[in-house]
């Protein structure tokens, strides 16, 4: 959340290692929770959408990006 509103980005994207295997019980671990409570920026963060990037959509999703 802390370098979400650094870079100020329109959404989180997370990545690599076991997060595709986590993605379904993100949160079961209460992490949309501690993403979205952060006081008065909790209403900003709400607006970013969280995303899981799983094995092999690495390559379509930046072509995607490029295309916006």
Do not use: H, K, Y
Request: glycine share 10%; charged share 15%.
């Amino acid at each position: 959340a802390d370098m979400a509103m650094a870079v100020d980005a329109a959404s989180l994207w997370l990545a690599g290692g076991i997060v595709p295997q986590l993605a379904g019980r993100l949160d079961t671990f209460g992490f949309n929770r501690a993403f979205t409570q952060r006081g008065v920026l909790a209403p900003w963060l709400v607006q970013r959408p969280v995303r899981v990037i799983a094995p092999g959509q690495l390559a379509l999703s930046g072509a995607a990006l490029a295309l916006r």
